[in-house]
Structure formats: C-alpha cells, structure tokens
C-alpha cells in the first residue's frame, strides 16, 4: 500500500510563492506516476500537474502553465509542486497522487481516475 502525506500548504498573499511537497514511505515514488490534483469548495476536482516515473516528463493544466513547476527529488523519495505568481483562483486543498504507469513510463495524465493513491491534501489559501 502506498502511503502519500502533502505538506507545505498554508495561507499566502496574492503573487507569493509556496512548495508542496508529496512523500511516501515504504514505496519508492520514483517507480510511479505523481499528479498534483486541487479542489475548491463547491467545485469538481482539478487537475493540476502530472510528472512520469520516467525522465521526468511533465504536464500541466493550462490554468497553471507557467506559473507552477512539478520536480521529484528520488534522494528523498518526495515530489514537489513550486507554486510561484499564485491568485486567490489557486485557493483550495491540494492532493498528490500515484499510480504505476500503465500505458506508458513516459506519459502521465492529470485525470483522476488515473491514480490509485492519494494523500490526504493540504490546504492552500491565497488571499490578501
């Protein structure tokens, strides 16, 4: 069983910057696929950011291109998600999640139906 726990969410002004990390112990992270997912209050479930178990690719929503990066660090077993420029439309709990890759090692999707494992989330408020 994978076990995954985010940090690093918080309350933050409107162009600030914060990085949520994504551990796990007991798996090796970097053998899966790690997607940054968000939801608001009210609001479905959000894609955000997905990296693959190999090289690294990466893919984003069009909603945080830009502005947010996704990286993992296999040393410490923890995918991050660097949230730079951020809006109040960024407001919501943020959740990671894994999957083996499937299809392929090299393409991941930010589709939650993709994923088996997820974390309990962290909340992210930007506000001023």
């Known amino acids: 069983q994978v076990q995954l726990v985010e940090s690093g969410g918080g309350p933050v002004q409107p162009g600030g910057s914060l990085r949520l990390s994504c551990a796990s112990s007991?798996?090796?992270?970097?053998?899966?696929?790690i997607a940054w997912f968000r939801q608001a209050p009210g609001k479905e479930r959000e894609g955000v950011s997905c990296?693959?178990?190999?090289?690294?690719?990466?893919f984003y929503a069009d909603s945080v291109k830009g502005r947010f990066t996704i990286s993992r660090d296999n040393t410490k077993n923890t995918v991050y998600l660097q949230m730079n420029s951020l809006k109040p439309d960024d407001t919501a709990a943020y959740f990671c999640?894994?999957?083996?890759?499937?299809?392929?090692?090299?393409?991941?999707?930010?589709?939650?139906?993709?994923?088996?494992?997820w974390g309990q989330g962290t909340q992210v408020t930007v506000s001023s």
């Open positions: 999640a894994a999957a083996p890759p499937r299809r392929s090692e090299y393409v991941c999707d930010i589709h939650s139906p993709s994923y088996d494992y």
């Open positions: 990296i693959s178990s190999a090289d690294g690719n990466t």
């Open positions: 007991g798996f090796t992270l970097g053998f899966l696929h």
